[in-house]
């Protein structure tokens, strides 16, 4: 009987593998980073032969290790970076061009155009994206309009478009399968999220023919089988979903209010709102949350810019501390920040304040601060920004949090972890198992083959990391979130 779920987990600088037995405990880990490919300042480009790969010999490594041959896998999971495109060749499985990464800036021009015709408003009521040069919709336009011939090509069905995880169901298939899942889709900025479909206004709109879409099934769904020579034995291909919203899958939020916060590089929340489809007031995104079912549920999404960034800033270039670790030894080194508040706003600030032309700023500084008050106080402000985000969410929503769950780097830092708890008032839970994105997907294809049963079974087996309860007198709270809000006034102000 097989003993494993496969995770798959396609990131932006690295592929992974993750086997998970049936306690969901890690049994074995491949990783393998691959290049990055910058043709011009601001362009962001992987090859897409890299990227299948890196995570094929990461499969077979993580196999491998333990010695695992295919019948021990009951299925197989996949998560990716969201939005990275690739269009290819349907006969030979060439790609036209390279995947051009979420990050890449290139089409920027062509929103700022589409929102001077008033295009915004629309985009937004189907999609539930601000526009912007992240989602895939532009870029798949621009390889139409810079790759010769490819548009009569895309018109007359020859090529696929696909993300990330559509690009590997179709090699693991040997491209029997072309398709993806809804939460993918929802950040293509070309799928309607309340129709659940393609919308062909937007695909008029930006000039994209519909013979090149993938097909789309909910995330928990058996999508074919793995080809019989890659991993010595098909496998079934059962879930699949967007990073973010595996993660918050993994974090075994699956119910309206439930909220899970990833404090890596910058931090990214998400808040399941149920069956509800909410249209922000504080410019967070809608999008489809990870699910099974045909009809799946929603979530609210918010990102902060800098958070271990910030502490990534203290130690190359402040150069106040060695490693990202040694912030908590500082910061718990004095009783509070003396005062001291630091935005780091080094490239604007996002919501609920969004300001592009903010800078960072270090306000409230006396004869008597300290390294330690400084590092403390930009530990603070990553937990002051997650908590701006969440009270948005809040009122967006209309249900307050329950608790908090985060993973991610950052999250190791006890000091941020209790002050996050203390400054939101909340419950924060980290789980034992921080690898919530790869959990997410294997959750999904496990639950779509039958290898656990429901829900409440991943719930039962889920293992508490540690438990941070709020402890901060109210008035006190309010006093430094006063701060804050000052502070930020600063920044936006200069
Ligand atoms: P990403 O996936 O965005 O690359 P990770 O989840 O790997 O991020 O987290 C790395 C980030 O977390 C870095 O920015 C680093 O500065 C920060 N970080 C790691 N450990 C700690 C720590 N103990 N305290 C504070 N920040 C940390």
């Keep these: 009987m097989a003993k494993y779920i496969m995770a798959l987990d396609q990131g932006t600088t690295s592929s992974r593998c993750i086997l998970f037995d049936r306690q969901a405990k890690i049994v074995s880990l491949a990783q393998k980073e691959f290049q990055q490919y910058y043709p011009q300042p ?18 077979t490594e993580a196999m491998a290790q333990i010695g695992a041959v295919a019948e021990d896998i009951a299925a197989i999971g996949i998560t990716n970076q969201r939005e990275t495109t690739i269009i290819w060749d349907r006969k030979t499985g060439e790609p036209l061009y390279n995947a051009i990464v979420w990050q890449c800036r290139r089409t920027a021009d062509t929103i700022e155009e589409l929102c001077a015709r008033g295009l915004a408003d629309k985009i937004r009521e189907k999609t539930g994206l601000v526009p912007d040069a992240y989602f895939s919709a532009t870029k798949i336009a621009w390889i139409l309009d810079h790759v010769e011939g490819a548009r009569a090509r895309a018109e007359a069905g020859e090529l696929a478009f696909g993300t990330v995880d559509s690009w590997l169901i179709w090699n693991l298939t040997k491209g029997r399968v072309h ?21 062909s206004e937007l695909l008029d709109i930006f000039g994209i023919p519909a013979a090149m879409l993938p097909e789309v099934f909910p995330s928990g769904h058996v999508y074919g089988m793995s080809d019989p020579f890659l991993l010595n034995g098909e496998l079934p291909i059962a879930g699949c979903a967007g990073d973010q919203q595996a993660a918050l899958f993994g974090q075994c939020c699956f119910r309206e209010g439930e909220v899970k916060d990833t404090f890596g590089t910058g931090c990214f929340l998400l808040m399941h709102t149920g069956d509800r489809a909410i249209r922000s007031e504080h410019g967070l995104i809608t999008t489809i949350a990870a699910g099974l079912d045909e009809k799946p549920g929603y979530a609210l999404e918010g990102s902060v810019f800098v958070a271990g960034a910030g502490i990534q800033w203290l130690r190359d270039e402040m150069r106040m501390i060695k490693t990202a670790a040694q912030s908590e030894e500082y910061a718990t080194a004095v009783a509070d920040t003396a005062g001291v508040y ?10 609920p304040y969004w300001n592009p032309h903010a800078r960072g700023m270090a306000v409230g500084i006396t004869r008597g601060c300290k390294k330690e008050h400084y590092i403390r106080a930009v530990l603070e402000s990553i937990a002051y920004q997650s908590h701006d985000v969440i009270r948005a969410m809040e009122q967006d929503a209309g249900v307050p949090l329950r608790e908090l769950r985060v993973d991610g780097g950052a999250s190791a830092n006890n ?19 921080i690898e919530t994105t790869a959990l997410g997907a294997a959750y999904l294809a496990g639950l779509s083959v039958g290898f656990w049963q429901n829900e409440e079974e991943l719930v039962h087996m889920e293992q508490l990391g540690r438990r941070f309860t709020p402890g901060m007198d109210r008035t006190v709270r309010e006093e430094r979130l006063a701060g804050w809000q000052r502070a930020v006034r600063a920044a936006l102000a200069w």
């Design 42 to 59: 601001g362009w962001v480009e992987h090859n897409p032969r890299e990227i299948w790969s890196s995570q094929l010999s990461v499969a």
């Design 179 to 199: 398709a993806t899942d809804y939460t993918n889709a929802s950040r293509t900025m070309l799928f309607n999220i309340h129709e659940r479909c393609w919308d």
């Design 342 to 351: 630091v935005v780091p706003a080094f490239t604007g600030i996002g919501a």
């Design 415 to 433: 000091f941020l972890m209790q002050f996050q708890a203390d400054i939101t008032d909340t419950v924060v839970w980290r789980p034992k198992c």
